[in-house]
């Protein structure tokens, strides 16, 4: 057992998430005060010494099941060495006859509908050995076997008969049939994991713990690249947004601590009483955080498409934090789309409206920044103050055009701070058609953000000139 | 009350009206084993401080609460002199050589005592709450590592004081910021979600007297329904538990399109997350 565990936390670091010689001693101690009995004890176990960090749970669960999927779970004590012995027989695409496929489907639903965990294992296990097709040594990570498997269950009409099943005959309104289309869906997801793990378990039994984890490990969240990213994962980066916006928010509001709020009397007093008394050492206050100004702007062109969907995403959670927050969006011109976002607006319909609304393209939908630029300047230039940070995202790659920079260095100007995010490699700045460095000379920091990680650092690290004009009094 | 397995700790957290899980059951057992603290973190309104409320009635121990807040410092989490007094002393005692009065004013009788500071003094065992501790600044953080690390404070015109008992600690965080590493590694991590419906139910009937099966049900599920949006304040649970009582004072024994968009700000507490909401599960838009 204890290699296992030692094996599980390697995989563990394998796949990025940092687990300490504390952490790991911790989880040993742990270990010893439960019964190695209940698969989610250890599970649960494991979870609270190891993992500190939500973003880190999907790797951790994935780990989880390679390496301990034949453990029992409470109370189940079925057979693990059967694993490939009830497939049947019958090579890829039997899967027993359609009266066969009948029964499954019947108890599944039966167990779906009665939230019968017990039954729902037991169908699922045949509904793997008969439907998935697994070969043995084929070294897959299970998604393949995970859809064949769906595939044939026909996941539509299940979720039909689920429907039917749990609507009854009579009448529903509108509402109550929301309701149920809701649990009928949590319920066919927990099909959906249950059929994964089975699958799982027996990639286990064929290939080991070692080569099954290697295959399934993905990057964390934090590292995936943001050029390249998929649905699921921006999907998996938005729960990181939030916390992170919050943050931006919470240092884009805070001034550097100065001595240029007011006499804290009280303190002053208190800190002399070390000195007999004299006050020699005045204490203030931190003077009240200021509402920050932030536009931003983001460029929605194609060679962006990812890139712009998260900083969008990202857009539309800043709006949520900041009640100040302007965004326009470019691609060879500019426009403002701030009233696409905000809180109560979902997220699809506001990149809709972008796409459908918004003037980005004037001339061939290929990116110009200086056009952009010269366009935002003359729009809304004069509605620029001290108090106003931009925020500029995107790969600055012109095509070709001129940069016309001069007009972001009057931009600047006016700005308390112009911040520019890149999503390529710094290796790629200025090649090619990129005009970074023109760019930058006139911003106040310039930042590579491929990854969340990189975002989460520039936050991090970002400090501003005070807003110029109510600055130091 | 014993706690020596996870399902005692979820026996006793019930008895105290509080419906855990089997992961919060588990995570109590074993910061109750190794004597380490948890960081509870999750959305507002899971039931977070609760919890630590709910352990310190379990144990029968006193709860001392350090409520959290950007600016907290040392001086209100940890200990102060009490200055006017001390001030008072001095000018009563003008004519005494300085090195005899601050002899005098740096004594216990000008101590006053802070929570982390009371936690470590207490003779009884307590369950001390660090509440929303993802609002204080990086060095008060540095100071409750410090504190979590050996439990022992040092006054330096009074010495050290260690504790006696160990507090069970709870800290709780919403995740507004990260927290250190350190202080993550010193702590049991758990993350509390929404329940799911068939727990919010239990937990309905546990807090809302005379609340029927049927409704608890139906308020669990329209509550899932809605934290499904995108909302800028999603339904906690203790909004859940207004609306329950709500319903109930409005002799409502089935929750249909109509009684909801009429109790929609119960739940709640925007505008536009009401207009959301009545367009998505209601036919006719917010009033
Ligand atoms: N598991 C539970 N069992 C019983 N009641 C619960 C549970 N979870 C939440 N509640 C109820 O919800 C209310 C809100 O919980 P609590 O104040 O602990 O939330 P919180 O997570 O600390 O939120 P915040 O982040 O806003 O401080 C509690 O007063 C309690 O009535
Ligand atoms: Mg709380």
């Given at each position: 057992?204890?290699?296992?565990?030692?094996?599980?936390?390697?995989?563990?670091?394998?796949?990025?998430?940092?687990?300490?010689?504390?952490?790991?001693?911790?989880?040993?101690?742990?270990?010893?005060?439960?019964?190695?009995?209940?698969?989610?004890?250890?599970?649960?176990?494991?979870?609270?010494?190891?993992?500190?960090?939500?973003?880190?749970?999907?790797?951790?669960?994935?780990?989880?099941?390679?390496?301990?999927?034949?453990?029992?779970?409470?109370?189940?004590?079925?057979?693990?060495?059967?694993?490939?012995?009830?497939?049947?027989?019958?090579?890829?695409?039997?899967?027993?006859?359609?009266?066969?496929?009948?029964?499954?489907?019947?108890?599944?639903?039966?167990?779906?509908?009665?939230?019968?965990?017990?039954?729902?294992?037991?169908?699922?296990?045949?509904?793997?050995?008969?439907?998935?097709?697994?070969?043995?040594?084929?070294?897959?990570?299970?998604?393949?076997?995970?859809?064949?498997?769906?595939?044939?269950?026909?996941?539509e009409r299940l979720e039909e008969l689920l429907m039917q099943a749990m609507l009854g005959e009579h009448e529903v309104t509108e509402f109550e049939r929301r309701l149920v289309t809701e649990e009928v869906a949590a319920r066919l997801e927990t099909l959906r994991a249950e059929i994964e793990e089975e699958i799982r378990r027996r990639l286990v039994a064929d290939r080991g713990r070692e080569a099954v984890a290697r295959t399934l490990r993905r990057p964390l969240v934090e590292d995936v690249d943001?050029?390249?990213?998929?649905?699921?994962?921006?999907?998996?980066?938005?729960?990181?947004?939030?916390?992170?916006?919050?943050?931006?928010?919470?240092?884009?509001?805070?001034?550097?601590?100065?001595?240029?709020?007011?006499?804290?009397?009280?303190?002053?007093?208190?800190?002399?009483?070390?000195?007999?008394?004299?006050?020699?050492?005045?204490?203030?206050?931190?003077?009240?955080?200021?509402?920050?100004?932030?536009?931003?702007?983001?460029?929605?062109?194609?060679?962006?498409?990812?890139?712009?969907?998260?900083?969008?995403?990202?857009?539309?959670?800043?709006?949520?934090?900041?009640?100040?927050?302007?965004?326009?969006?470019?691609?060879?011109?500019?426009?403002?789309?701030?009233?696409?976002?905000?809180?109560?607006?979902?997220?699809?319909?506001?990149?809709?409206?972008?796409?459908?609304?918004?003037?980005?393209?004037?001339?061939?939908?290929?990116?110009?920044?200086?056009?952009?630029?010269?366009?935002?300047?003359?729009?809304?230039?004069?509605?620029?103050?001290?108090?106003?940070?931009?925020?500029?995202?995107?790969?600055?790659?012109?095509?070709?055009?001129?940069?016309?920079?001069?007009?972001?260095?009057?931009?600047?100007?006016?700005?308390?701070?112009?911040?520019?995010?890149?999503?390529?490699?710094?290796?790629?700045?200025?090649?090619?058609?990129?005009?970074?460095?023109?760019?930058?000379?006139?911003?106040?920091?310039?930042?590579?953000?491929?990854?969340?990680?990189?975002?989460?650092?520039?936050?991090?690290?970002?400090?501003?000139?005070?807003?110029?004009?109510?600055?130091?009094? | 009350?014993?706690?020596?397995?996870?399902?005692?700790?979820?026996?006793?957290?019930?008895?105290?009206?509080?419906?855990?899980?089997?992961?919060?059951?588990?995570?109590?057992?074993?910061?109750?084993?190794?004597?380490?603290?948890?960081?509870?973190?999750?959305?507002?309104?899971?039931?977070?401080?609760?919890?630590?409320?709910?352990?310190?009635?379990?144990?029968?121990?006193?709860?001392?609460?350090?409520?959290?807040?950007?600016?907290?410092?040392?001086?209100?989490?940890?200990?102060?002199?009490?200055?006017?007094?001390?001030?008072?002393?001095?000018?009563?005692?003008?004519?005494?050589?300085?090195?005899?009065?601050?002899?005098?004013?740096?004594?216990?009788?000008?101590?006053?005592?802070?929570?982390?500071?009371?936690?470590?003094?207490?003779?009884?065992?307590?369950?001390?709450?660090?509440?929303?501790?993802?609002?204080?600044?990086?060095?008060?953080?540095?100071?409750?590592?410090?504190?979590?690390?050996?439990?022992?404070?040092?006054?330096?015109?009074?010495?050290?004081?260690?504790?006696?008992?160990?507090?069970?600690?709870?800290?709780?965080?919403?995740?507004?910021?990260?927290?250190?590493?350190?202080?993550?590694?010193?702590?049991?991590?758990?993350?509390?979600?929404?329940?799911?419906?068939?727990?919010?139910?239990?937990?309905?009937?546990?807090?809302?007297?005379?609340?029927?099966?049927?409704?608890?049900?139906?308020?669990?599920?329209?509550?899932?329904?809605?934290?499904?949006?995108?909302?800028?304040?999603?339904?906690?649970?203790?909004?859940?538990?207004?609306?329950?009582?709500?319903?109930?004072?409005?002799?409502?024994?089935?929750?249909?399109?109509?009684?909801?968009?009429?109790?929609?700000?119960?739940?709640?507490?925007?505008?536009?997350?009401?207009?959301?909401?009545?367009?998505?599960?209601?036919?006719?838009?917010?009033?």
């Amino acid at each position: 057992m204890l290699r296992v565990v030692t094996g599980f936390i390697d995989e563990l670091r394998h796949s990025g998430v940092p687990v300490s010689m504390v952490e790991t001693l911790d989880a040993m101690r742990a270990l010893e005060t439960i019964g190695l009995t209940d698969r989610e004890e250890l599970r649960e176990t494991l979870r609270a010494t190891l993992v500190k960090n939500l973003r880190h749970e999907r790797a951790f669960d994935t780990a989880f099941d390679v390496y301990f999927s034949t453990l029992p779970r409470q109370e189940e004590h079925d057979d693990v060495g059967e694993q490939f012995a009830g497939s049947g027989g019958g090579g890829p695409g039997s899967g027993g006859g359609d009266a066969d496929l009948e029964d499954l489907v019947a108890a599944l639903l039966d167990s779906l509908a009665g939230l019968d965990d017990e039954a729902l294992r037991r169908a699922v296990g045949e509904a793997v050995s008969r439907l998935a097709g697994m070969e043995p040594g084929r070294p897959v990570g299970g998604t393949y076997y995970l859809y064949r498997t769906m595939r044939r269950l026909d996941m539509e009409r299940l979720e039909e008969l689920l429907m039917q099943a749990m609507l009854g005959e009579h009448e529903v309104t509108e509402f109550e049939r929301r309701l149920v289309t809701e649990e009928v869906a949590a319920r066919l997801e927990t099909l959906r994991a249950e059929i994964e793990e089975e699958i799982r378990r027996r990639l286990v039994a064929d290939r080991g713990r070692e080569a099954v984890a290697r295959t399934l490990r993905r990057p964390l969240v934090e590292d995936v690249d943001l050029m390249h990213a998929t649905a699921s994962d921006l999907a998996e980066m938005e729960a990181a947004i939030g916390p992170l916006t919050r943050k931006l928010a919470a240092r884009l509001a805070r001034r550097r601590r100065r001595r240029s709020g007011r006499l804290d009397f009280r303190r002053t007093v208190r800190r002399s009483l070390a000195t007999g008394g004299v006050p020699a050492d005045p204490q203030f206050r931190h003077p009240r955080p200021h509402r920050p100004e932030v536009w931003l702007l983001c460029d929605v062109s194609g060679s962006m498409a990812t890139f712009s969907r998260f900083t969008l995403q990202f857009t539309h959670a800043m709006s949520t934090h900041f009640s100040k927050l302007r965004s326009f969006a470019f691609v060879d011109t500019i426009d403002e789309v701030t009233d696409f976002f905000g809180p109560g607006i979902d997220f699809g319909s506001a990149v809709a409206r972008i796409t459908t609304e918004a003037e980005v393209v004037w001339l061939d939908g290929h990116s110009d920044y200086g056009n952009s630029l010269e366009t935002f300047l003359s729009r809304y230039g004069r509605q620029i103050t001290p108090r106003t940070t931009l925020i500029v995202t995107g790969d600055a790659r012109n095509n070709y055009r001129p940069p016309r920079d001069g007009v972001l260095a009057d931009i600047a100007k006016a700005a308390r701070a112009v911040i520019w995010l890149n999503p390529e490699p710094h290796a790629y700045w200025d090649t090619g058609d990129s005009t970074m460095s023109h760019y930058a000379r006139h911003c106040t920091s310039v930042h590579e953000v491929r990854t969340l990680r990189q975002l989460e650092r520039f936050v991090e690290e970002l400090t501003l000139p005070t807003a110029r004009g109510s600055g130091n009094r | 009350m014993s706690l020596d397995s996870p399902q005692e700790v979820a026996g006793a957290l019930r008895a105290a009206s509080y419906l855990p899980d089997a992961r919060i059951a588990q995570v109590v057992f074993l910061a109750a084993r190794l004597d380490k603290p948890v960081l509870v973190e999750g959305p507002a309104g899971v039931g977070k401080t609760e919890l630590a409320k709910a352990m310190a009635a379990v144990t029968e121990r006193r709860l001392i609460r350090l409520q959290c807040y950007e600016g907290l410092d040392e001086a209100k989490a940890l200990y102060e002199w009490n200055y006017k007094k001390q001030l008072l002393r001095i000018q009563a005692d003008a004519d005494h050589d300085w090195d005899t009065i601050s002899h005098d004013i740096f004594s216990e009788d000008f101590l006053l005592t802070r929570p982390l500071l009371e936690a470590i003094r207490s003779t009884d065992p307590v369950v001390l709450l660090i509440d929303e501790v993802d609002r204080v600044e990086v060095e008060t953080e540095a100071l409750l590592l410090e504190v979590l690390s050996d439990f022992q404070v040092s006054i330096p015109e009074l010495g050290t004081m260690t504790a006696v008992t160990r507090p069970m600690v709870f800290l709780t965080s919403n995740n507004t910021r990260e927290l250190s590493e350190a202080l993550k590694r010193r702590c049991l991590f758990l993350h509390i979600d929404y329940p799911d419906p068939a727990r919010e139910t239990e937990i309905l009937k546990a807090r809302v007297p005379g609340l029927s099966d049927h409704l608890a049900d139906q308020v669990a599920r329209v509550a899932r329904s809605i934290r499904s949006l995108d909302l800028k304040k999603a339904p906690s649970v203790s909004e859940t538990i207004d609306w329950a009582r709500t319903l109930i004072a409005l002799s409502v024994e089935e929750v249909d399109e109509e009684v909801l968009g009429d109790t929609f700000h119960v739940l709640l507490k925007y505008q536009v997350d009401i207009e959301r909401a009545a367009k998505e599960l209601t036919s006719n838009p917010a009033r």
